[in-house]
């Protein structure tokens, strides 16, 4: 229902793909079993956006039936991922090939070295895009997880409804999209700022926002916990959230939205500035192309020291338990091609990770694309500038900063006691992932 | 009469009452999957403007959720078949014979209700995938014995001592054995509790959640929970598709709901001819 | 002859032993065991004694995950029992069309709880959702109310869900259990003019009293254990307002993969729970012995 006229792009796809793989599988750079076995493999396929998760399935499937693989696919949305692969991993029963961005695994040991996968696309296919080695390089300089997409939030602004109360789009910094969202929100209908201030991780944001204010949560290796330090920064941040809230620019029931709740306002015309991947977009394409035109789509405000744009990702591993590691390197490797991908990132949310990508047609046609080259050439690794660590994440699924606004704003802590509480969360995670 | 007027009264009332806030929430359900997405996404309306059932034809062709179903409905029926098998015997045995360590077997399978199933869901995959079940519906229907026997088993011991034991103390009297009193006069007797315990693990099995997440990984094995949870893609939900699938799940659910209790009126019926 | 019989009842019993063994014991062991660990995911881990405890009892959302699971438990199990009892009350009566309304007031329990409290998130939604649209155009209230993100509202809200979702399970045990009662008692009540409240009094609660004793137990369990409708309606929020402990073990053991601070939070709310379970239980026994 969501995506549902993709069916003549994909029968198109499936051909293109499947000479891909023909193509592809003729070089054969990581070796092939014989053919008379039949290996199996076990793929385990990101769930996120159906046209997408189609696009990568079928090459699988197309792959599978070229090189002779017994191929298991399963489709696994990100909130499952972790309970499903938790569990494989105690039972000792994984899947040889995961998509996820779940860099904890690595951390955990969990993943075959596929530093020469990355080193090969890196010279066939003209070097990486923005951030990417940041994010797959490891300090001793190897690779677990090649990336295949570049994800991550713009802001999303009615821009009739801005240019109506006669502004220009888009804001400049967060203070000026504030100013915007009084202007243009028309009560009781229509609503400034579609942002949550919850316990999702959607709510992330606002850690983000905190940091283009200057302040930061832990030293440059990840490891102490700063934050204490920048107090001032911190309570500049804080004013402004405080004016936010005060403003009545966010629609009530923010405090506990979920992760579809900003796409779901703003779908019902019922926020003028929203901050989302363009998953949005792509459904609005479908199913409400008139919503589409009126929107814009933007790089972040800045704050006073500057942009804070984080940028997420989806990335391909295999699991270190496979019995054919040499056939999962060989997909991994096959599913990079540049033909693969051109079909691919025209119906996907994806941004391009590899400069060969970087002339694919997709990205001029569509006019939300040019907001995801350029978070794809400038976006920084989530939790900058703070290092995307296991501690980092983990304060991040908490929600710390976001828990530390609703500390003010639901329960009606003082600045002080709320602060030394998120210092002492934050404290008590970083410690933990120390030694 | 006076008082059987105001009884009567007080009964409709509240019998309206509770089918209103019943009705409500399945209300919007069924509205929701019968609304077009310009409804659903853009306006609020209390009724679809305009109906259509492509919500409906879409998860039965495109998704074949009926697959999901037949997943469930097996699952869920070999699960309570067991289940009230094992759990009578085992319920009867706890009730009406008298040996050390009885009561301590009843205590211990309650157990399993102690710690939340996201703390038991890796144990349990360790031994599914040890013998060999993974991605298989056997292994749901092993592991689904794990909470439904001890609810079940207790539930019966209810309904069991609910029943004075003089009845089959007489039936053996008169040259019954104790399993034959267990057949020829507890079952009988308790049928509505019996029915309403399968009843209680056919629902439990249909609707487990976080075990069938974990040990099933791909379509042909997916029960429907599963399948409903995939409707909501990255972030966002596909409400008009949620909702018909889970009214279509519902519906032979519902049905069997509609038959025991008929039966259990039946098993009333039988029992106040005996007595 | 007795101890025939013994090994008969024994030999009944049997199944449920194995079933005990090897699905119920092991699984709980290895969750004790991971409280005194620093198992994560992947690493075989090693006894680290007390450390995951004191680690989440000074974890500041830990104090309001206790009192927000009593709350939720106590408030949701009284309202669903009240509200079953009533329910199976009225379908125990001669109404039109019985069979009906014995089905028709079972379906909340039917619907797949992962979607009802999606649903009832979508229904208390203060932009789009049918309760405040109903309210509003009533004249009710002047503006909506957001049910699930007020402190003063959030948890009255979960378990206004919960137990929409839930109380079938108690009608359809209590009329199932008025069925066993016989109907002799309660035509002699009638010779002797007994009210339909002394009735109910003397006659439907001491024989459902078992029933009663079960049901309760098996629910405050399960209640005290439920998360779909936390995780789905409010993720624990508004700020803790609705933070139980079995959120708390999920975001611990499932999105941090910190099993041992998981285990050690369930481990911390066992003794609760083991103490029902051996009060409740003694006091059925004790019942049914004498």
């Given at each position: 229902?969501?995506?549902?006229?993709?069916?003549?792009?994909?029968?198109?796809?499936?051909?293109?793909?499947?000479?891909?793989?023909?193509?592809?599988?003729?070089?054969?750079?990581?070796?092939?079993?014989?053919?008379?076995?039949?290996?199996?493999?076990?793929?385990?396929?990101?769930?996120?956006?159906?046209?997408?998760d189609?696009?990568?399935?079928?090459?699988?499937?197309?792959?599978?039936?070229?090189?002779?693989?017994?191929?298991?696919?399963?489709?696994?949305?990100?909130?499952?991922?972790?309970?499903?692969?938790?569990?494989?991993?105690?039972?000792?029963?994984?899947?040889?090939?995961?998509?996820?961005?779940?860099?904890?695994?690595?951390?955990?040991?969990?993943?075959?070295?596929?530093?020469?996968?990355?080193?090969?696309?890196?010279?066939?296919?003209?070097?990486?895009?923005?951030?990417?080695?940041?994010?797959?390089l490891?300090?001793?300089?190897?690779?677990?997880?090649?990336?295949?997409?570049?994800?991550?939030?713009?802001?999303?602004?009615?821009?009739?409804?801005?240019?109506?109360?006669?502004?220009?789009?888009?804001?400049?910094?967060?203070?000026d999209?504030?100013?915007?969202?009084?202007k243009?929100q028309?009560?009781?209908?229509?609503?400034?700022m579609?942002?949550?201030?919850?316990?999702?991780?959607?709510?992330q944001?606002?850690?983000?926002?905190?940091?283009?204010?200057?302040?930061?949560?832990?030293?440059?290796?990840?490891?102490?916990?700063?934050?204490?330090?920048?107090?001032?920064?911190?309570?500049?941040?804080?004013?402004?959230?405080?004016?936010?809230?005060?403003?009545?620019?966010?629609?009530?029931?923010?405090?506990?939205?979920?992760?579809?709740?900003?796409?779901?306002?703003?779908?019902?015309?019922?926020?003028?500035?929203?901050?989302?991947?363009?998953?949005?977009?792509?459904?609005?394409?479908?199913?409400?192309?008139?919503?589409?035109?009126?929107?814009?789509?933007?790089?972040?405000?800045?704050?006073?020291?500057?942009?804070?744009?984080p940028?997420?990702?989806g990335?391909?591993?295999?699991?270190?338990?496979?019995?054919?590691?040499?056939?999962?390197?060989?997909?991994?490797?096959?599913?990079?091609?540049?033909?693969?991908?051109?079909?691919?990132?025209?119906?996907?949310?994806?941004?391009?990770?590899?400069?060969?990508?970087?002339?694919?047609?997709?990205?001029?046609?569509?006019?939300?694309?040019?907001?995801?080259?350029?978070?794809?050439?400038?976006?920084?690794?989530?939790?900058?500038?703070?290092?995307?660590?296991?501690?980092?994440?983990?304060?991040?699924?908490?929600?710390?900063?976001?828990?530390?606004?609703?500390?003010?704003?639901?329960?009606?802590?003082?600045?002080?006691?709320?602060?030394?509480?998120?210092?002492?969360?934050?404290?008590?995670?970083?410690?933990?992932?120390?030694? | 009469?006076?008082?059987?007027?105001?009884?009567?009264?007080?009964?409709?009332a509240?019998?309206?009452?509770?089918?209103?806030?019943?009705?409500?929430?399945?209300?919007?359900?069924?509205?929701?999957a019968?609304?077009?997405?310009?409804?659903?996404?853009?306006?609020?309306?209390?009724?679809?403007?305009?109906?259509?059932?492509?919500?409906?034809?879409?998860?039965?062709?495109?998704?074949?959720?009926?697959?999901?179903?037949r997943?469930?409905?097996?699952?869920?029926?070999?699960?309570?078949?067991?289940?009230?098998?094992?759990?009578?015997?085992?319920?009867?045995?706890?009730?009406?014979?008298?040996?050390?360590g009885?009561?301590?077997v009843?205590?211990?399978?309650?157990?399993?209700?102690?710690?939340?199933?996201a703390?038991?869901?890796?144990p349990?995959?360790?031994?599914?995938?040890?013998?060999?079940?993974?991605?298989?519906?056997?292994s749901?229907?092993?592991?689904?014995?794990?909470?439904?026997?001890?609810?079940c088993?207790?539930?019966?011991?209810?309904?069991?001592?609910?029943?004075?034991?003089?009845l089959?103390?007489?039936?053996?009297?008169?040259?019954?054995?104790?399993?034959?009193?267990?057949?020829?006069?507890?079952?009988?007797?308790?049928?509505?509790?019996?029915?309403a315990?399968?009843?209680?693990?056919?629902?439990?099995?249909?609707?487990e959640?976080?075990?069938?997440?974990?040990?099933?990984?791909?379509?042909?094995?997916?029960?429907?929970?599963?399948?409903?949870?995939?409707?909501?893609?990255?972030?966002?939900?596909?409400?008009?598709?949620?909702?018909?699938?889970?009214?279509?799940?519902?519906?032979?659910?519902?049905?069997?709901?509609?038959?025991?209790?008929?039966?259990?009126?039946?098993?009333?019926?039988?029992?106040?001819?005996?007595? | 002859?007795?101890?025939?019989?013994?090994?008969?009842?024994?030999?009944?019993?049997?199944?449920?032993?194995?079933?005990?063994?090897?699905?119920?014991?092991y699984?709980?062991?290895?969750?004790?065991?991971?409280?005194?660990?620093?198992?994560?995911?992947?690493?075989?881990?090693?006894?680290?004694?007390?450390?995951?405890?004191?680690?989440?009892?000074?974890?500041?959302?830990?104090?309001?995950?206790?009192?927000?699971?009593?709350?939720?438990?106590?408030?949701?199990?009284?309202i669903?029992?009240?509200?079953?009892?009533?329910?199976?009350?009225?379908?125990?009566?001669?109404?039109?069309?019985?069979?009906?309304?014995?089905?028709?007031?079972?379906?909340?329990?039917?619907?797949?709880?992962?979607?009802?409290?999606?649903?009832?998130?979508?229904?208390?939604?203060?932009?789009a959702?049918?309760?405040?649209?109903?309210?509003?155009?009533?004249?009710?209230?002047?503006?909506?109310?957001?049910?699930?993100?007020?402190?003063?509202?959030a948890?009255?809200?979960?378990?206004?869900?919960?137990?929409?979702?839930?109380?079938?399970?108690?009608?359809?045990?209590?009329l199932?259990?008025?069925?066993?009662?016989?109907?002799?008692?309660?035509?002699?009540?009638?010779?002797?003019?007994a009210?339909?409240?002394?009735?109910?009094?003397?006659?439907?609660?001491?024989?459902?009293?078992?029933?009663?004793?079960?049901?309760?137990?098996?629910?405050?369990?399960?209640?005290?254990?439920?998360?779909?409708?936390?995780y789905?309606?409010?993720?624990?929020?508004?700020?803790?307002?609705?933070?139980?402990?079995?959120?708390l073990?999920?975001?611990?053991?499932?999105?941090?993969?910190?099993?041992?601070?998981?285990?050690?939070?369930?481990?911390?709310?066992?003794?609760?729970?083991?103490?029902?379970?051996?009060?409740?239980?003694?006091?059925?026994?004790?019942?049914?012995?004498?």
């Amino acid at each position: 229902m969501a995506r549902p006229a993709i069916r003549p792009t994909r029968r198109q796809f499936l051909k293109t793909s499947a000479a891909v793989a023909v193509g592809a599988g003729a070089t054969r750079p990581f070796g092939t079993p014989a053919l008379a076995q039949r290996p199996k493999l076990v793929y385990w396929c990101y769930q996120f956006l159906k046209s997408s998760d189609d696009a990568r399935a079928n090459f699988a499937q197309e792959w599978a039936k070229k090189n002779n693989v017994d191929l298991q696919i399963s489709m696994v949305p990100l909130k499952e991922f972790l309970p499903k692969i938790t569990a494989a991993i105690e039972a000792k029963a994984t899947p040889d090939i995961i998509e996820s961005d779940a860099v904890e695994l690595r951390a955990r040991g969990q993943l075959l070295d596929v530093t020469d996968i990355y080193k090969k696309l890196e010279k066939t296919y003209g070097g990486w895009v923005g951030n990417s080695p940041k994010i797959m390089l490891e300090p001793d300089g190897r690779v677990h997880h090649i990336m295949y997409g570049f994800q991550g939030f713009m802001l999303m602004s009615r821009d009739d409804l801005v240019k109506e109360a006669g502004l220009t789009p888009p804001p400049a910094t967060w203070v000026d999209m504030l100013a915007y969202a009084k202007k243009a929100q028309k009560l009781p209908r229509i609503f400034g700022m579609g942002i949550p201030v919850s316990n999702q991780t959607d709510s992330q944001v606002w850690e983000d926002m905190m940091k283009s204010y200057g302040a930061r949560l832990a030293d440059e290796k990840g490891k102490r916990i700063v934050l204490g330090d920048y107090k001032p920064q911190v309570w500049e941040f804080l004013d402004f959230f405080t004016e936010v809230w005060k403003a009545g620019v966010l629609p009530p029931g923010v405090t506990t939205w979920d992760n579809t709740m900003n796409n779901s306002t703003y779908q019902s015309g019922k926020a003028v500035f929203i901050l989302n991947p363009i998953t949005l977009s792509l459904w609005l394409e479908e199913n409400n192309p008139e919503l589409l035109a009126k929107t814009g789509h933007y790089t972040y405000p800045k704050g006073p020291k500057g942009l804070i744009q984080p940028v997420t990702f989806g990335s391909r591993a295999i699991m270190k338990y496979t019995k054919v590691p040499d056939l999962a390197k060989q997909f991994l490797w096959d599913s990079m091609e540049p033909g693969k991908m051109d079909r691919e990132h025209g119906v996907s949310q994806w941004g391009p990770v590899l400069k060969a990508y970087l002339g694919f047609d997709v990205w001029k046609k569509k006019p939300f694309m040019k907001g995801l080259i350029d978070l794809s050439l400038r976006g920084e690794p989530q939790g900058y500038p703070d290092v995307f660590n296991d501690a980092w994440r983990e304060q991040h699924t908490n929600t710390t900063i976001s828990r530390m606004l609703q500390r003010l704003v639901v329960d009606n802590w003082s600045r002080d006691k709320a602060f030394v509480e998120a210092l002492d969360v934050l404290g008590k995670i970083y410690s933990k992932y120390a030694v | 009469m006076h008082e059987s007027l105001s009884i009567r009264v007080t009964t409709y009332a509240l019998l309206a009452i509770f089918v209103f806030l019943v009705a409500v929430p399945l209300f919007w359900m069924v509205a929701t999957a019968l609304k077009s997405n310009k409804d659903l996404y853009e306006d609020f309306s209390y009724l679809p403007t305009r109906p259509t059932l492509q919500h409906f034809v879409r998860v039965i062709t495109r998704e074949d959720l009926l697959t999901n179903i037949r997943n469930s409905f097996v699952v869920a029926t070999t699960t309570t078949a067991v289940t009230v098998v094992v759990s009578a015997f085992a319920a009867f045995s706890i009730v009406r014979y008298r040996y050390w360590g009885r009561e301590w077997v009843g205590r211990l399978i309650l157990f399993k209700y102690l710690l939340p199933t996201a703390m038991l869901f890796i144990p349990l995959y360790t031994i599914v995938v040890a013998m060999g079940l993974g991605n298989t519906l056997k292994s749901l229907m092993l592991t689904y014995l794990s909470f439904t026997v001890p609810f079940c088993t207790w539930m019966l011991m209810g309904y069991f001592r609910s029943i004075p034991p003089e009845l089959e103390e007489h039936a053996m009297v008169d040259g019954c054995s104790k399993i034959g009193a267990l057949f020829r006069i507890l079952f009988p007797l308790s049928a509505p509790g019996i029915v309403a315990s399968a009843i209680f693990s056919f629902t439990l099995a249909w609707n487990e959640f976080l075990l069938a997440l974990v040990f099933t990984s791909d379509h042909t094995t997916m029960t429907i929970p599963i399948k409903l949870s995939m409707m909501v893609v990255g972030d966002q939900y596909i409400w008009g598709q949620l909702m018909a699938g889970a009214v279509l799940a519902s519906v032979p659910i519902a049905i069997l709901y509609f038959l025991a209790q008929r039966f259990v009126v039946q098993g009333l019926a039988a029992g106040a001819v005996k007595g | 002859m007795r101890t025939r019989e013994s090994l008969g009842g024994m030999a009944l019993l049997a199944p449920t032993l194995l079933l005990l063994l090897g699905l119920v014991l092991y699984p709980f062991c290895y969750a004790i065991w991971l409280a005194f660990s620093d198992k994560t995911v992947g690493s075989p881990g090693q006894y680290v004694g007390l450390r995951n405890f004191i680690y989440v009892l000074s974890w500041p959302q830990f104090s309001a995950a206790v009192t927000n699971t009593i709350v939720f438990t106590v408030s949701a199990v009284a309202i669903k029992f009240v509200l079953g009892m009533a329910v199976a009350l009225v379908l125990n009566q001669r109404i039109r069309a019985r069979n009906f309304f014995r089905a028709f007031l079972l379906l909340p329990w039917v619907m797949p709880a992962f979607v009802v409290y999606l649903v009832w998130r979508w229904l208390y939604d203060p932009l789009a959702g049918l309760i405040n649209y109903a309210l509003l155009d009533i004249g009710v209230i002047a503006s909506p109310i957001a049910f699930l993100s007020d402190r003063s509202t959030a948890m009255g809200s979960v378990v206004v869900a919960h137990a929409w979702r839930n109380f079938p399970f108690y009608a359809i045990s209590f009329l199932a259990g008025m069925q066993t009662i016989s109907q002799e008692l309660y035509d002699s009540a009638q010779v002797d003019g007994a009210s339909r409240i002394r009735q109910f009094r003397h006659i439907t609660l001491p024989g459902l009293y078992h029933i009663i004793g079960v049901v309760l137990l098996l629910t405050t369990i399960q209640t005290a254990n439920a998360f779909e409708p936390i995780y789905l309606l409010t993720g624990g929020g508004p700020s803790d307002a609705t933070m139980v402990y079995t959120m708390l073990v999920y975001v611990m053991g499932i999105m941090n993969l910190r099993l041992g601070e998981a285990a050690a939070v369930s481990t911390l709310f066992l003794p609760l729970l083991v103490g029902l379970v051996l009060v409740v239980t003694m006091l059925l026994q004790k019942k049914a012995n004498a």
